[in-house]
């Protein structure tokens, strides 16, 4: 069954398209991550799912019902950890547990879910007093509340070191063993090719990627990256580069080296050009091309 049905839907807020007719769906059971940069309109789209926001053309659905039409069905089998949640500043942490365990008629014990979030500690602290981690820690483990079919996490690390976010991941990975269908959006990509069976990238409101991480590598030319240490970098070098077939994307990342991917049929290209340029090439190594460069090339931030 799908769990997540977009279907060309768009949001335009004045003059400004915030979600430009987005067709995606997600299967149940998938773990989903929805990457863009600052701006591009994650939270728009997931607040439509949310009913927070009407589109403006097209609709969105979870588990086939419609999410404006018939909203309150279509959210009862979700957890949410929405942008900018507020908790209640005079109930503990566990009275927010025991408000959400109430309001799903669940059986969940309120201090096993603080365990499992990290914050059984502070389960008898009111919430005014949590920092922003243990705020998200609280509202993370309110969405996990009933064993819901579908977690909608907008940017559930926002706020956490980086031993947080580990742990995050880590109940992400058990929600979908589990057989829940998570979807989860970030900026962070590391965060996302951790987990995720499948991403989008999302620019300006538009879907410029819809694939697995191994499908976008193939996308990107055998997804290998070139990384090329010269023995001096001039004005031009890059120009040099950019201009071979091939080549998506060159970035120079320190003193004389450039990371570059490409085809692999422009590899060799690529360093006879430089060559040729009057450059010496010191040492290259090819690596795998991380979800960071793949986000670099369909964003276009490299060039
Ligand atoms: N209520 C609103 N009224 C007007 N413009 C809005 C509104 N909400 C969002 N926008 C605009 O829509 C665009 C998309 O914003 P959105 O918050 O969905 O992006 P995002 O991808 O979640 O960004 P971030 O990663 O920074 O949270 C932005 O240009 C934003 O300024």
Redesign the pocket.
Known sequence: MVAIDANEVSKR??T?Q?VDRVDLTVEEGETFGFL??????????INMLLDFVKPSHGSVSLFGNDCQGEGVAARSRIGVLP?GYSTFDRLTGRQHVEYAIRSKAADDDPIDVLDRVGIREAADRKASGYSKGMAQRLVLGMALVGEPDLLLLD?PTTGLDPNGAAEIREILREENERGATVFF?S?ILEQVEAVCDRVAI?QD?ELVALDTIEGLRETMGGGTKLVITLDRLEDGTLETIWAVEGVDTAVATEESTVEITCTNDAKMDVIVALHEAGLDVLNFRTEEASLEDMFVEYTGAGR
């Open positions: 807020y004045g400004l915030a863009g940069p600052n701006g591009a309109g994650k939270s728009t789209f942008e940017e959006s900026h999302l409101g």
